[in-house]
C-alpha cells in the first residue's frame, strides 16, 4: 500500500481513519496530535515569558511513552525561552527491568541536553518493590507501586518548582482507565480523574495545592507510539514489568484490543464521552483544596486522612514481613 499523502510506501494502517500513512507522515501525525493537545489541554500559560519561564517535569521511566513524549516535547520547545524541561525518573527496585531502562534514560536525557533527576523507592521509602512481592501477595504488585510512583513524583516534581508534571499516558492507557473507574461505578475517581489530568488545567493549579498533571500522549494508540519510537530510533526499553501478570488493567487491556479489532475506533469513543461526563462530575463535586488537607503523622506529606496511603501501605507491609 502507499501513503495517501505522497506515493511513498506506507508503514501503517490506522483502521480507525483508514489512512495509510509512510513514515515520514506518520512520525508528522503523531507530533501534530501531540502538538495540539498541548494546545487544547492550554498547557503554556498566557503569562508564561522568557522572563518568567515555566518548569515542566516530565516523568521519563525509559520505556516508549515517556521517550517519544520527552522526544516531541523537547523538539517543539528546545527553543521556547518560556518552558524550561526537566525529566525525573523513578527507580522501583525491580531488579534486571528497571536497570536497563535507566540507561535508555540517560541516554535520551544526555543527547537533548535535557536536565535529569532519578530517584528511588530506596530513597524514600527504604524498600524495593521486588521486596514488596517478596512480601505480600495478598495485593497485585501493581497496586503498592502506584501508589508509591505517584507519591515519588509528587514530592520531586514539587521539590524542583515543577509548574507542571507531564506523564507519557497513550490513548489504550487512559481508555482503560476509564473503562476500570466505569465498571467500578465509582463516580467520585472519574470526577478525580478529570482534575488531575484531563483539561480545566488552569482551575486545578488554582485549587489544588498539588503539582498539575497532563497527558499530551492521550490521543495517540499505543501501537502507533511504539511505531514512532522505532522509526525515530529512540533509547527505550520496551519490555513489560515482571510483577505486572494478573492485574485487573490487564483483563481490560484484552478486552479493549479485542473490541478496537472488532470495532475500530472505540478507544476515542470511550474517551470522548468519557471526559465529557468526567467534566461534568468533575463540575459538581467540589475540588479538594488546601484548607481540607492535613500533613500526614508519619512523613508530613499532604493527606486528607491523618495517615497517607503510602505510610498505610508501608505500615502493613512492616507487619506482614
Not at 531488579?95 to 524514600?124: M, N, Q, T
Not at 483544596?289 to 492535613?294: A, H, I, P, S
Amino acid at each position: 500500500m502507499r501513503c495517501d499523502r505522497c506515493s511513498t510506501e506506507a508503514v501503517r494502517f490506522a483502521p480507525y481513519s483508514g489512512a495509510h500513512l509512510c513514515a515520514d507522515h506518520f512520525c508528522r501525525s503523531v507530533e501534530k496530535r501531540v502538538r495540539h493537545r498541548v494546545r487544547e489541554d492550554n498547557l503554556i500559560p498566557t503569562d508564561a515569558s522568557p522572563e518568567a519561564p515555566v518548569t515542566w517535569v516530565i516523568g521519563l521511566s525509559g520505556g516508549k511513552d515517556s521517550a517519544v513524549l520527552t522526544h516531541i516535547l523537547h523538539e517543539t520547545f528546545e527553543r521556547d525561552p518560556r518552558i524550561d524541561l526537566f525529566a525525573l525518573t523513578i527507580h522501583e527496585g525491580i531488579e534486571g527491568y528497571r536497570d536497563e531502562s535507566l540507561e535508555a534514560c540517560k541516554r535520551l536525557a544526555g543527547e537533548r541536553d535535557i536536565r535529569h533527576e532519578i530517584a528511588s523507592y530506596d530513597e524514600e521509602f527504604s524498600i524495593a518493590m521486588d521486596d514488596v512481592v517478596e512480601q505480600d501477595r495478598s495485593m497485585a504488585a501493581c497496586a503498592y507501586c502506584g501508589v508509591f510512583r505517584r507519591d515519588v513524583l509528587e514530592r520531586r516534581a514539587s521539590d524542583l518548582g515543577a509548574d507542571l508534571l507531564l506523564t507519557g499516558h497513550n490513548l489504550d492507557d487512559e481508555a482503560q482507565t476509564a473503562l476500570m473507574n466505569f465498571l467500578s461505578g465509582d463516580l467520585t475517581q472519574i470526577a478525580k480523574h478529570h482534575e488531575a489530568s484531563l483539561g480545566g488545567l488552569h482551575e486545578r493549579a488554582t485549587n489544588s495545592p498539588f503539582t498539575p498533571r497532563a497527558k499530551p500522549l492521550r490521543d495517540v494508540p499505543e501501537k502507533e507510539v511504539a511505531l514512532y519510537a522505532r522509526l525515530r530510533e529512540l533509547p527505550a526499553h520496551i519490555t513489560e514489568c515482571p510483577h505486572a501478570s494478573g492485574a485487573y488493567r490487564g483483563e481490560i487491556q484484552e478486552l479493549l484490543l479485542a473490541l478496537e479489532d472488532n470495532h475500530p475506533g472505540t478507544r476515542h469513543s470511550i474517551m470522548s464521552g468519557y471526559e465529557e461526563l468526567a467534566a461534568r462530575l468533575a463540575a459538581e463535586k467540589t475540588p479538594t483544596t488546601q484548607d481540607e488537607l492535613t500533613e500526614c503523622d508519619s512523613c508530613e506529606a499532604l493527606t486528607v486522612h491523618d495517615v497517607c496511603r503510602s505510610c498505610q501501605l508501608l505500615t502493613e507491609l512492616q507487619m506482614s514481613g
